[in-house]
Structures are given as structure tokens and as C-alpha cells.
């Protein structure tokens, strides 16, 4: 039996860059401690709809989060803190707004004033929801092709390390290769497992 293992603080990412079925956004739910010298784990993928807000809470009534900004595809994200738009600062008891732009996948990163120091990162994947404005490729009226990615563990393959859940309307496993990612180890960079899924017909299937 094959195993579904990904290796322990490594992220999954998947970059949907234009599905034809909308996700639905998620709840509010995340809260900083800009004082903390300490990053939390890095957890699950934030899947928005273009348009979706997601807010973001600083725990400390008296330290800043600062260097508030995005790597990854350039305009996905945008981001208040409720006063001033395209802040670089997220205050004391201030909560952060995050808009979702633009179809892709960015991660946004706040640096803490703890110490040591520490940045906190949250990994957004943003779909088209169906809306207007998207391009198409040639004469086909079906979605984009979807780049899946997931941190490579050291120790197995990409096939076997494929987590739960990649295999979308019933593509099958398998199909990966390695790359390098900047969304990995917190934006610093790192090996992924990469595929990529075209829409062929009425369904996907793996390139």
C-alpha cells in the first residue's frame, strides 16, 4: 500500500489559475503575535475566490507587525489595515484585510519585532470564481491549465509522497516532477513536487 505522506512543516500548495467551479471563501481565523520571536507552523493553503477578503489579527496590543508585503504572482493580493490602504505595517491590536485581486498564488509575509526576530507567512491560492476578465488560450472555452505543487520530503518520491485530495474530478495519482518553488520554507524557497492538469474535453486529466 502506497503511502500519503508529506513531510512534517511542509506546506501544500496548488496553484488553480482558473477553475470553472468556485471555492468557497473561508473564514477569518488567523491571529499574530507581532511581539513573538517565534513563526508559527506553517499551515494548510488559504483557497480564495477573486473578491474574497480574509483578515488577519495582531494578539499584541503594543508591537507592530512590519515589512507587511507578497511574493509569488504579482497583484493577486491586496491588503489594509482598516484605515490605510496598502499598509506596510500591521499595529498593535490592528487587524489586516486581505483582498484577493487576481487569480494565482502568493504568499503574504509579516515580519515580527520580537527576538529574535520572525516572519509570518500564509500561503493564498486565489481562483477566478467563474468572473469576468479572464483570458482564454486559443479557441477553448474550458478552464486554464492548473499547476499542482507540494513540498518534495527528502527521504521519498513525488508519487509516493502525493498527499490526499490533488487528484481533482477524478484524475489519477502520479504524473510529478521537481522543481523549486519561492512559496516554500516560508518564501524562502525550496524543491516541490510539480504536474500540471489540462482540461480536455468535459475533464481533466494529467500533462
Not at 30 to 41: H, K, L, N, Y
Amino acid at each position: 500500500m502506497r503511502k500519503k505522506l508529506v513531510a512534517v512543516g511542509t506546506a501544500i500548495g496548488v496553484a488553480a489559475l482558473s477553475l470553472m467551479s468556485a471555492v468557497p471563501a473561508q473564514a477569518a481565523n488567523e491571529t499574530f503575535d507581532c511581539g513573538s520571536g517565534t513563526a508559527p507552523p506553517p499551515g494548510p493553503i488559504v483557497f480564495l475566490n477573486v473578491g474574497d477578503t480574509y483578515t488577519i489579527s495582531n494578539s499584541s496590543s503594543n508591537d507592530n507587525c512590519t515589512n507587511v508585503r507578497t511574493t509569488g504572482d504579482a497583484g493577486v493580493l491586496s491588503w489594509t489595515d482598516g484605515t490605510t490602504a496598502g499598509t506596510t505595517t500591521l499595529a498593535g491590536s490592528a487587524t489586516l484585510t486581505v483582498t484577493a485581486v487576481a487569480a494565482g498564488l502568493a504568499t503574504l509575509r509579516l515580519d515580527s519585532t520580537g527576538s529574535p526576530t520572525a516572519f509570518f507567512a500564509i500561503q493564498f491560492s486565489v481562483l477566478s470564481g467563474g468572473g469576468g476578465g479572464s483570458t482564454s488560450t486559443g479557441s477553448s472555452s474550458g478552464p486554464a491549465p492548473t499547476v499542482q505543487q507540494f513540498g518534495k520530503p527528502d527521504s521519498t518520491t513525488c508519487d509516493e509522497a502525493q498527499p490526499e485530495g490533488l487528484n481533482w474530478s477524478g484524475v489519477p495519482s502520479g504524473g510529478w516532477g521537481e522543481s523549486w518553488a519561492q512559496w516554500m520554507n516560508g518564501g524562502n524557497g525550496g524543491t516541490v513536487c510539480t504536474r500540471t492538469l489540462s482540461y480536455v474535453g468535459s475533464g481533466w486529466t494529467v500533462n
